[in-house]
């Protein structure tokens, strides 16, 4: 499968516990973004990769939460000290640089306990 | 900043028929895209159709097309020959010409297909 992959899938977790998620972008993409989608809402933009160079970051996106992507290729996101306010799903995109077309992963849905 | 609003939480339409989803928008901007996009209930975010702001004519792709009226600001989409398959979460979605290209998205339009 050559789509943009996300792991895992679901996650419950107790508040207060520490989360990290994986994408693993479409593997010649070199742009990477992380939004979050609530129930019944829209998705909402997170953060931002150029490779590995975080380019943008979200007001959304409070000092628990950090992304990395290391080598360029794939990316984490950790929640820290969870709260019940951040269970949602996780959703992954990848696009290539001058190509319009994002596209997204299966996300990873986030219950907090 | 950009904005994008879906005003019709849920439609419906009976298989065969067509619907028509409204999106209005909100930018400061001359040059841009606007997506549609559709969440089926397994979640993973599809792409039904683009259109490029400089681009007067409106986009279609087979039995999807769209109603760009750029100076009132608005980007429906109209699906014809409405099928079981098409029953999904659709977002309409605005996107920068440059820069990080980052998608603003509307709320969604549930859309129910009757057999």
């Known amino acids: 499968d050559t789509g943009v992959s996300q792991d895992p899938r679901h996650k419950i977790t107790k508040r207060g516990q520490n989360v990290t998620f994986r994408c693993d972008p479409i593997s010649e993409h070199n742009r990477l973004y992380w939004y979050r989608q609530t129930l019944g809402q829209g998705p909402e933009f997170l953060t931002y990769?150029?490779?590995?160079?975080?380019?943008?970051k979200s007001r959304l996106l409070s000092d628990r939460f950090s992304a990395e992507r290391p080598k360029g290729s794939f990316s984490t996101l950790e929640i820290q000290r969870t709260e019940q306010g951040d269970s949602a799903m996780y959703l992954c995109?990848?696009?290539?640089?001058?190509?319009?077309?994002?596209?997204f992963g299966q996300g990873t849905r986030l219950t907090v306990v | 900043a950009q904005t994008v609003t879906q005003s019709q939480p849920e439609m419906s339409v009976q298989e065969a028929e067509t619907v028509t989803l409204s999106c209005t928008y909100d930018t400061s901007e001359s040059d841009y895209y606007l997506f549609w996009y559709k969440q089926p209930p397994s979640r993973q975010m599809i792409l039904v159709i683009r259109q490029e702001a400089y681009k007067q004519q409106n986009a279609t792709e087979n039995r999807f097309s769209v109603n760009f009226q750029k100076a009132a600001k608005s980007f429906s989409l109209k699906i014809s020959d409405s099928q079981l398959g098409d029953a999904a979460m659709y977002f309409c979605?605005?996107?920068?010409?440059?820069?990080?290209?980052?998608?603003?998205f509307g709320q969604g339009t549930r859309l129910t297909i009757n057999p």
């Open positions: 990769f150029q490779n590995e160079a975080q380019l943008e």
């Open positions: 979605a605005y996107r920068r010409l440059w820069g990080a290209q980052k998608l603003v």
């Open positions: 995109a990848s696009s290539l640089e001058r190509v319009t077309e994002a596209f």
